[in-house]
């Protein structure tokens, strides 16, 4: 009797243990399906889909567990350990879905904020709501990594009292304003800033009248290969989460310095023309902002009055250069008084003052298609005739330009008048309420406030990141 009870406690031991080995063997699949690790870094490989179903309210990756009930068989995973760059993607996403649902939500946001902060609203924007939700998102998450390399003053510096102002001005908030975006850890960056000033490679590179734009060429290339080599970004990318940032005319031929630079990565220029190179699903047009003395002319600073006379139709003042300032001086220089159109101002007369009596300010294009005249013309509130060739205009993927300027075509320049005085007043009245509504996203602040010109532009950045999945 004996060995017969000893014989079935072996026998029944061994069915255990096999039983054992069976359940593991038939349950590594599954562990196999959801994780894998690979090599020093133990990257995990669940599909990013996969986690974004698993994210509660927290933005935490629940547990996820699978059993049986009837036979007490339960396995409970614990939570999985994200890389920093799946942390910054599953970010994004989380930031995608809620601006979905805001397009979607019959919520009135002005009734949802406390305090006497901005909300977007009207007919200026493509979608208030959803813009608001975005901005949101970008003072929730974005984080932007300025690379350290470089020597003054072609990097980390940058014109401030110039027709090229923004460009410095933008450099100088980036590295010492309130550094809300900024991150000096590069490893949580959404983005990579190269501080360069492309003005000041002209200034202190470029030998004038040489016409030899190799120097700017040789900068900006050795500039990438040194980031590339010391940072994995770079390469991890090939530049598509990295951006440049330049009002000089010239800043489209210099980040021909490096191919990648020109066609893969974000440029922020001036000098947005679509016909030269400039692609708006991943550029952003910036706008030219001309500071005499590093500040806004006291006449424009502030809003006129609403009720302010504008007793002339139109207002132009500037040189001959380009192909489209001889065609409007050609037709209507010094020709009406009602369509004040100046070469040169007479001593007498105050160009800002003008501009204020104005209904209309033109904006013809000069030698590139940016002109600092749209930006003075909505400080003066005087509705903007944009009158360009291929120019892609600033924030135009937030703002409705046709909802505070006019924009005429070259041909139509002979019946200017015409066009202009042929405006209802009703609507001249919504454009004028347009300007005046947009006025605070192109206004520099120091320090830099809620929408103003330097968070229009950081929003312009974050939507192209948006659209960046990272390849892991």
């Known amino acids: 009797m004996g060995a017969y009870t000893g014989c079935s406690v072996t026998i029944l031991s061994s069915l255990c243990v096999a039983s054992i080995l069976i359940v593991s063997i038939l349950s590594r699949p599954f562990f196999c399906t959801l994780m894998s690790f690979s090599g ?17 309210s927290d933005d935490q990756v629940r547990a996820v567990g699978t059993g049986d009930s009837r036979t007490g068989f339960y396995i409970n995973r614990k939570k999985a350990k994200l890389s920093r760059e799946q942390e910054l993607e599953q970010g994004l996403a989380l930031a995608r879905a809620s601006i979905r649902r805001s397009a979607a939500s019959k919520l009135n946001l002005s009734a949802t904020v406390k305090g006497d902060d901005y909300v977007p609203s009207g007919i200026v924007y493509r979608n208030s709501r959803t813009f608001y939700q975005s901005y949101l998102e970008m003072e929730r998450r974005f984080k932007v990594y300025v690379y350290p390399e470089g020597d003054l003053p072609i ?5 401030c009292k110039d ?3 923004i460009e410095g001005r933008f450099i100088h908030e980036m590295e010492h304003g309130n550094g809300n975006f900024r991150t000096t850890d590069p490893r949580r960056a959404h983005v990579y800033f190269m501080p360069f000033s492309v003005t000041w490679m002209v200034k202190y590179l470029y030998q004038s009248l040489s016409h030899n734009h190799s120097p700017l060429l040789e900068f900006v290339s050795d500039y990438v290969r040194v980031v590339s080599m010391r940072y994995p970004f770079w390469n991890r990318t090939r530049g598509a989460d990295h951006f440049m940032l330049a009002c000089h005319d010239w800043g489209p031929i210099a980040s021909g310095g490096n191919p990648f630079l020109y066609n893969t990565s974000i440029r922020v220029l001036c000098n947005a023309n679509s016909s030269e190179g400039f692609n708006p699903q991943k550029d952003i047009s910036l706008p030219e902002i001309h500071l005499y003395g590093g500040k806004v002319s006291p006449k424009i600073a502030t809003p006129p009055p609403d009720n302010a006379s504008r007793p002339h139709l139109a207002f132009f003042a500037g040189g001959v250069h380009g192909p489209i300032r001889p065609i409007l001086l050609r037709h209507w220089k010094n020709r009406d008084n009602d369509l004040r159109v100046y070469e040169y101002l007479p001593k007498e007369l105050d160009y800002y003052s003008l501009m204020l009596q104005s209904k209309f300010c033109l904006c013809p294009s000069g030698h590139e298609v940016a002109s600092p005249r749209i ?3 909505i400080y003066a509130e005087c509705v903007p005739v944009i009158l360009s060739k291929s120019y892609v205009l600033p924030f135009s993927d937030v703002l409705r330009w046709e909802a505070f300027s006019i924009q005429v075509d070259v041909s139509e320049i002979p019946r200017l008048k015409e066009v202009l005085s042929a405006v209802p007043e009703a609507r001249y009245r919504r454009l004028k309420k347009g300007v005046r509504l947009v006025r605070r996203h192109f206004v520099l602040n120091k320090p830099s406030k809620r929408f103003d010109v330097f968070h229009m532009i950081l929003h312009s950045i974050w939507l192209r990141r948006l659209n960046i999945k990272l390849d892991q």
């Open 40 to 56: 020093p870094k133990s990257e995990f490989s669940v599909p990013m889909v996969e986690l974004q179903k698993k994210i509660n």
């Open 155 to 159: 990097t980390h510096d940058g014109p």
């Open 163 to 165: 027709i090229y102002s």
């Open 375 to 377: 930006v003075e013309a």
